[in-house]
């Protein structure tokens, strides 16, 4: 299967440089491997499958590309969003808001109205949102409604922290969810759901590549306990709905989708059996782990030269859509593959080289001291397994452009067959989104329109 995966995207880099998607008009691209991502929901859906009812979800954050989320939807997996911008990407992908979930740190009073009133369920993360909260359903209830939509308390079970710190939500003093070890917190969960009937899921997150599954368990369990508590005490199924959240890491050095999603089911069942009795629904929050071996960007190689004995190739590829992996490349490391300028794998010797972006700063590096085959002016490296937090989150360091993102398959008579999910950015938007309308905005010289500016130094003369 993984090595399936590796055929489709080998046929997808060639046919790419010979259908000019990626050549010296367009010197990076990311692809999207279509029929992995089907297959990646189905092993999801698979790994869950009953008894106990399921929603999957994918955090848009992973892959905010508003096809992606369609084909995912299609394929049985709704959205978790963040932010009002994940939610219109969600909405614009025709996903019904009761496949939606909204979680964030920092919703604000009219974002949380208008998830009640979509009925998109919503996860409040501390007492002080929880109280917004009661004050909106308070007026939704003057009016004769009922809460609209399904609520959740996001809990922090404290379990501990993964490999990488950044990425670890369920720590001692992690910005997010309840603090459920915390004195007092326990009690103050339990007394707040028995006061509010309309509160009926527990959500948890342990975090994002780098957790251990075995601390991703122990934080489902944690939570579940907490369910049976407070549905033991309000004497029925108050809480009908648990939220595990996403956070299954991915591998980055190797083809091998490892840990599957089955290996994770399977621990849980073992570890949590309560959770699949069918009392409760099941919500998962998947990101990367649907994603990342799904997509890569490929990219031409500008120039290759060598400094202080070190070989290194600048390419198009950099910190504007492999962030973390340049600043902070132990934490995120990327296998590169290397082709020559036809697209097909180089076969030369391999030698050690750093691979460089086009970013104007010396950090920006996708691999250092790596044993490739030497690369030359032409070539094409890819950077696998960046399908999720990668070319979808650029990052508009150096002006550069977002590149375009196209999904690939084959056609009936097994040819690869390309699709728009995101046209390159045009030097149009990129001036638009830079303030290029804004011109004369500092120096005055906007007056003539009736703009505010006025040179500093004449206020003062
Ligand atoms: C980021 C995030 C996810 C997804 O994490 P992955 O590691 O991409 O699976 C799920 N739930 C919440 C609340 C998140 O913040």
Same mark, same amino acid.
């Given at each position: 299967m993984a090595l399936d995966a590796v055929a489709r995207r080998r046929e997808a880099i060639a046919a790419a440089v010979r259908e000019g998607l990626? +050549? @010296?008009? %367009?010197p990076l691209v990311a692809l999207l491997d279509v029929e992995g991502i089907r297959q990646a929901a189905r092993e999801l859906r698979d790994a869950f499958a009953g008894p106990a009812p399921v929603l999957h979800t994918f955090a848009v954050k992973a892959a905010s590309l508003v096809p992606v989320l369609e084909l995912l939807d299609a394929e049985g997996v709704g959205c978790e969003v963040a932010s009002p911008g994940e939610l219109e990407l969600a909405r614009a992908a025709g996903v019904a808001a009761d496949r939606i979930v909204f979680d964030s740190p920092a919703k604000t009073v009219a974002e949380l109205r208008d998830a009640l009133a979509s009925g998109i369920a919503v996860n409040a993360d501390n007492p002080q949102e929880l109280a917004r909260l009661d004050a909106l359903v308070a007026e939704r209830r003057s009016a004769g409604q009922d809460a609209g939509a399904p609520v959740g308390m996001r809990i922090n079970p404290q379990v501990g922290t993964g490999s990488i710190g950044a990425m670890s939500t369920a720590t001692a003093t992690s910005k997010f969810g309840v603090a459920l070890r915390d004195e007092g917190a326990e009690e103050w969960i339990t007394d707040s759901f028995a006061a509010r009937p309309w509160l009926t899921r527990l959500h948890t997150h342990t975090g994002s590549q780098g957790v251990p599954l075995e601390l991703m368990a122990e934080s489902v369990r944690v939570v579940h306990e907490l369910a049976e508590r407070i549905n033991q005490r309000a004497g029925r199924?108050?809480?009908d709905t648990i939220d595990i959240g996403g +956070?299954?890491?991915?591998?980055?050095? +190797?083809?091998?989708?490892? @840990?599957s999603f089955a290996a994770y089911a399977d621990l849980l069942r073992r570890s949590v059996p309560g959770l699949f009795d069918g009392r409760y629904t099941i919500v998962t929050e998947f990101g990367r782990s649907l994603l990342a071996k799904q997509g890569f960007v490929a990219a031409l190689v500008e120039y290759t030269k060598s400094a202080g004995g070190r070989r290194i190739a600048v390419t198009h590829a950099g910190a504007h859509v492999a962030t973390r992996t340049a600043f902070a490349p132990e934490a995120w490391p990327l296998r590169v593959g290397a082709f020559d300028a036809e697209g097909a794998p180089k076969r030369t010797p391999e030698v050690v080289q750093d691979v460089a972006g086009p970013?104007?700063? %010396? +950090?920006?590096?996708? %691999?250092?001291?790596r044993a490739l085959p030497e690369l030359e002016p032409g070539d094409v490296v890819a950077l696998w397994?960046?399908?999720?937090?990668y070319f979808s989150t650029p990052f508009q360091y150096n002006s550069l452009p977002r590149p375009a993102v196209h999904g690939f398959g084959r056609d009936a008579a097994g040819r690869v067959r390309f699709s728009l999910v995101r046209p390159a950015q045009r030097m149009e938007e990129l001036l638009a989104d830079s303030g290029a309308a804004q011109r004369g905005a500092l120096t005055g010289t906007a007056g003539a329109a009736g703009g505010p500016g006025r040179p500093v130094s004449s206020a003062a003369s």
């Open positions: 990626l +050549g @010296p008009e %367009a199924q108050q809480i +956070g299954l890491p991915v591998n980055f050095a +190797g083809d091998e989708t490892e @840990p970013c104007c700063f %010396a +950090g920006d590096l996708v %691999a250092r001291e397994d960046t399908g999720a937090y």
